[in-house]
């Protein structure tokens, strides 16, 4: 069942101390910067938190690090030219880092919605980032193990949902939101639209409304 | 205070339940809202007794969440069909995908439930319902193992007895296994069981007694408590 | 480069004895009737078919069984109240059968088209269809390994395409054929539409072109 | 009959390339129709050599095919950015992907062509892009492991020579790593490589010498051979 919840702050609540939290967007396009807003609010600490870069300026997700919620990021590229929060929380020793490649920390991802308990892939052998991960020969390639990442919740936008949860994205906003949303146990999604069932093409919904928990409609 | 009573309820004065009557019983126990993939056969006809406003959305692995009644005459689609191959409809608020993310809905523990018809099932759970096992017998197991690992809960749909006598809940499955200790509630024609931990609790009888089950099953059956305020 | 064929015989051209062919469709929903029948004319034997079923009634799967092409089948449901062609041909000791859960059948084709070297599922455990594979316990569950399904060819069905190869499907026949896309080196699509690029939404395109190796129209 | 000639074409008439024209050798090789993906930096360039009738289709990790040149002004779209970040447009017969998605494509094997810039590549075709390896660096790798890994060739695109002098082009890699043997082509702004199993064959040089190459570069090089009929 998908809430459709009046506020982001109702959207947000219930998020515990120690929580692990997917937070969606590619830099900043799919952010969901209300929700993190709000997350602010409701003010949780000690998160881990999942996501491809580790903010931008001082705005969402970098904002979030720089209210000292956050005590461990995994993501692919926390080193940017506007990362100043997250380089300077790393560099005082303030928040501990998980690199791991863009295309494994979609497929653990990915692998935590679909039940998959590791796989193995070529990404990373011979590196720095598979020291330590068992690796496997299968057909006279080298493989490392990798395993699921799955969360708590996952906080996501999306360009319009249906009431039953369903969702299209827009261009490359898609990026990790429709992965993050399977791998999480409450998925909470912002949205510019909300419509009845039956408005979204039944052949391009792209996540369906069953890895949907919670939905609010933020201004645009 | 509370008082403990037994919460068994013995329909002695009828006998046992129609299949049509298994189905509005199972879909009574369907939570408001659920999303539920109802097995190929038997377990199907469930969906017959779902109304409207109980907000079930039906799954099938072959692609499809929000499934809706069977198709007939012109609204026939070959193109649309359910996981038993037969023509269905679509709901507003349908939505198709590929098989790849149809069976990661489902072994990713994303539906709440399933419904699924059994050769056998066993006192911890254990389920028997895609092989005989017979020499000759040709092995088709579809979406069955995926199924009953994957949903939150396995709701199982059969007659107690087969046609000779035998009953179907065993204290270990002959039949080749589906899954191990998958199996939450079993939905037959003379009673319903809870499978909690080791235990087997009967809920619900018709046409015949607890005490009369009991003997005609080779498996510890026990009364669940209710308690009352 | 997607090449679009004038012709299924065309389309169909070069597929080598002791292949390996994904057929799409789940029952007649989905299935490249056409190119089938193509192949059937084309010849190429002792093949491998990857297909949820074992072919229905007489024609499609079924003929090409009945001709006598096929030495192996890898299916999740061969038996089926029509799949008499099947079970003469099984009975007879002339065809080899590999049962596998239709959810491993499709998560390992896509694990051939998405370099993953094998994963874990917990699909199958206990049951005949995981003897002699190796299971794992990862986090106090008992997983079994799973390898890929890679092939030389995929044949399947879509309803439109444009000329790179873009696809959309129609409903439940969309089920196997985006999964065999990205796990054939050659996908052969037969579809009832080819548009120009830029008629498909980019937003609900189902197959990208790259996985689109030829296609032929074939009047619906 | 057929006669064995060198390949190696020496442009010592004039200096190195710079950045521009090096992106212009580099898309000169790209075949028509591949699908390719360019690393963010240098390698976006390439892109601006690309002609529309090279039918060359461009990737995006962050979950596009079809990607068009950058966007200005009123077509500056936050939605729509490369995975550089930077504002894209997009072509007739583009398609979006999620991540896990987009990240399969790559993984799988199905682009034809990456381009990456490096700090380091070794004679063997290791590839070394993503770490300085400084103690005081803050990793970052974006996507750089699974294009290596995954692309069917990787083309590099970097300066020859560290701005002290020390050549990028090493018998083994002193930056961490990247990928193992991934590396098939090397443009420089004063030669191009090709690494073919353990030999390093130089195809052209601009404003160096072959031999001067040789003595400023620590790893054997070869010049290819050519059939002539």
């Known amino acids: ?220 | 205070m509370s008082v403990v009573s037994p919460s068994i309820v013995e329909h002695t004065d009828r006998g046992p339940l129609g299949r049509d009557e298994m189905a509005r019983v199972l879909a009574g126990d369907i939570p408001p809202g659920a999303y539920v993939n109802l097995g190929i056969g038997q377990p199907t006809t469930v969906a017959d007794h779902l109304p409207p406003e109980s907000g079930v959305i039906l799954h099938t692995e072959n692609g499809m969440l929000g499934m809706g009644p069977a198709a007939t005459g012109g609204a026939i689609d070959p193109d649309l069909i359910n996981a038993g191959k037969f023509p269905v409809t679509e709901l507003p608020g349908a939505s198709y995908f590929h098989h790849a993310d149809s069976f990661a809905m489902m072994r990713g523990g994303h539906l709440d439930l399933c419904v699924l018809g059994a050769y056998q099932v066993s006192a911890s759970g254990d389920l028997a319902n895609w092989h005989t096992g017979e020499p000759d017998a040709i092995p088709a197991v579809g979406g069955a193992m995926d199924l009953a690992v994957g949903a939150k809960q396995v709701f199982v749909m059969m007659s107690l007895f087969t046609r000779t006598g035998e009953p179907k809940l065993v204290k270990e499955c002959t039949y080749p296994l589906t899954a191990l200790r998958c199996v939450d509630r079993i939905y037959t024609d003379v009673a319903t069981f809870e499978i909690t931990g080791n235990q087997v609790v009967v809920r619900e009888t018709w046409g015949i007694s607890f005490s009369e089950l009991c003997s005609r099953v080779d498996v510890p059956l026990e009364v669940g408590e209710r308690h009352v305020h």
Chains 1, 3 share one sequence.
């Open chain 1, 1 to 220: 069942m998908t809430l459709l919840c009046t506020s982001a702050d109702e959207a947000v609540s219930g998020i515990a101390d120690g929580s692990t939290v997917l937070v969606g967007g590619f830099g900043t396009a799919g952010m969901p910067f209300d929700l993190i807003d709000a997350l602010i609010r409701q003010g949780a600490r000690n998160l881990t938190v999942v996501s491809n870069n580790a903010g931008n300026a001082d705005t969402g997700l970098a904002a979030l690090l720089a209210a000292g919620q956050v005590s461990k990021i995994v993501c692919s590229f926390p080193r940017q030219t506007d990362s100043w929060v997250f380089d300077e929380l790393y560099r005082g020793g303030k928040i501990e880092l998980e690199v791991a490649p863009q295309g494994n920390l979609a497929e653990r991802m990915r692998a935590a919605g679909a039940g998959i308990g590791g796989f193995y892939t070529r990404t990373g052998v011979g590196t720095l980032l598979a020291e330590g991960k068992e690796t496997r020969e299968i057909d006279g390639r080298t493989y490392v193990l990798e395993l699921p990442i799955a969360a708590d919740v996952a906080l996501i936008s999306a360009h319009t949902a249906d009431t039953l949860g369903n969702l299209v994205y827009r261009k490359t906003a898609r990026n990790f939101a429709p992965v993050m949303a399977t791998a999480a146990a409450t998925t909470v999604v912002q949205v510019r639209h909300v419509v009845e069932p039956g408005a979204l093409d039944p052949e391009a919904v792209v996540t369906p409304g069953i890895y949907v928990d919670r939905i609010v409609r933020v201004p645009s």
